[in-house]
């Protein structure tokens, strides 16, 4: 679902000669393949595939609310209510029509972030009440993940579990997301909770 970028580079100094199947190689000495690359060649007669892979940071973590799982699932499933209970949110509207649920898109505006920082959200999953997958793209971000609901005794227990990507320049910056990220995410859910349980709906 995440792209990663690639590319053929071909190998100038390889000379094939298709109409007597003769190869000739002048190759020089190998140059190193550079960090977070890996090359591959199918046959001596491929060109080299190079495929510059994207850092992941992996972020997931559980809650447990005081309300039924149905109530805290269609609370989640709607983005519209983020807002309410997320303070890094400040509006999200509905894009496509009919009700909630597999297929329905949203766009969120996180504060400060500017056009540059709206969000495309898409559910690519809605089992309800248990199960959501969704997919969050940002120009220079793209989340995707799960979130479950389990009903325990009456409550909920919410886990998420995302994988999160920059791109482009803002790629320096995910050892920094990898280790901020499980505390943003934390405190969004547990936002979520006080929201529920002091009686908002």
């Not at 960090?35 to 973590?61: C, M, T």
């Not at 009903?151 to 791109?167: A, E, I, K, N, Y």
Request: aromatic share 6%; glycine share 10%; hydrophobic share 35%.
């Amino acid at each position: 679902m995440l792209p990663v970028a690639s590319w053929t580079v071909r190998a100038p100094e390889r000379q094939l000669r298709w109409h007597t199947g003769a190869v000739t190689t002048g190759r020089p000495e190998p140059t190193p393949t550079p960090p977070r690359q890996r090359a591959k060649r199918r046959s001596d007669h491929d060109d080299l595939i190079i495929v510059k892979e994207h850092p992941v940071a992996n972020i997931f973590g559980e809650v447990t609310i005081d309300a039924p799982v149905e109530e805290v699932f269609d609370l989640v499933a709607d983005e519209r209510t983020e807002p309410r209970y997320n303070p890094r949110i400040v509006s999200a509207e509905k894009l496509s029509d009919g009700p909630v649920g597999e297929g329905t898109r949203f766009t969120a505006q996180p504060k400060g972030g500017g056009a540059r920082g709206q969000m495309s959200i898409e559910g690519l999953e809605c089992g309800r009440p248990r199960r959501l997958h969704n997919i969050a793209r940002v120009s220079y971000m793209h989340v995707d993940g799960t979130l479950t609901f389990t009903p325990v005794d009456g409550r909920t227990l919410l886990r998420w579990d995302w994988s999160m990507r920059l791109f482009g320049p803002m790629r320096v910056l995910s050892p920094g997301l990898a280790l901020l990220g499980p505390r943003w995410e934390r405190r969004n859910w547990v936002g979520l909770k006080r929201f529920v349980e002091s009686g908002g709906r």
